[in-house]
């Protein structure tokens, strides 16, 4: 099980203002269920802060300022840029696929199939939210999405900043 210090490390790399327990999952390469304790734990710490409910009925967390800021440096002292890297990458990937199938069925399309992930396959909850409602889910992503976006071009991920922008079409 991963410890909270480096959950806590991961999520601060993170640009996106609110998270849930599927990205952080992907983002720590953990199963939903640790990652849910994990989030709880720093919660319960006040490292994080729970900011709601969104329209698709998940948890979301944001970080208060300060302490993201001292994740990122906690970051940057502890973990190599390649371990950083991957784990953004991770996130990042699971973001795409997630919202790439969510798109699909709203526009009912035919499904690509489950996201390959190991993280992403292990959460019935988050497909049977895509699979219920994929426009709210959607909606609950975009500022995700964005903040993911705008994150991958400035680490210069450009297809993955493209394949992200192609979903707002």
Do not use: N
């Amino acid at each position: 099980a991963a410890r909270p210090a480096r959950a806590f490390r991961l999520l601060g790399l993170l640009d996106a203002p609110t998270f849930t327990s599927w990205l952080a999952a992907a983002l720590v390469g953990v199963g939903q269920p640790d990652a849910e304790r994990l989030l709880e734990t720093l919660s319960d710490h006040y490292l994080l802060e729970v900011a709601g409910t969104d329209a698709a009925g998940q948890t979301r967390y944001r970080f208060r300022e300060l302490a993201r800021l001292w994740s990122r440096e906690k970051a940057a002292e502890t973990d190599s840029r390649e371990d950083a890297r991957r784990a953004v990458t991770r996130a990042l990937t699971a973001l795409l696929e997630l919202s790439g199938d969510a798109c699909a069925r709203a526009r009912d399309l035919p499904p690509g199939g489950r996201p390959s992930l190991p993280w992403a396959a292990s959460s019935p909850s988050v497909h049977g939210r895509i699979l219920v409602d994929p426009r709210s889910w959607l909606r609950s992503e975009a500022t995700c999405l964005l903040a993911s976006t705008l994150q991958a071009a400035a680490l210069g991920m450009d297809e993955m900043a493209w394949r992200l922008g192609e979903l707002y079409r």
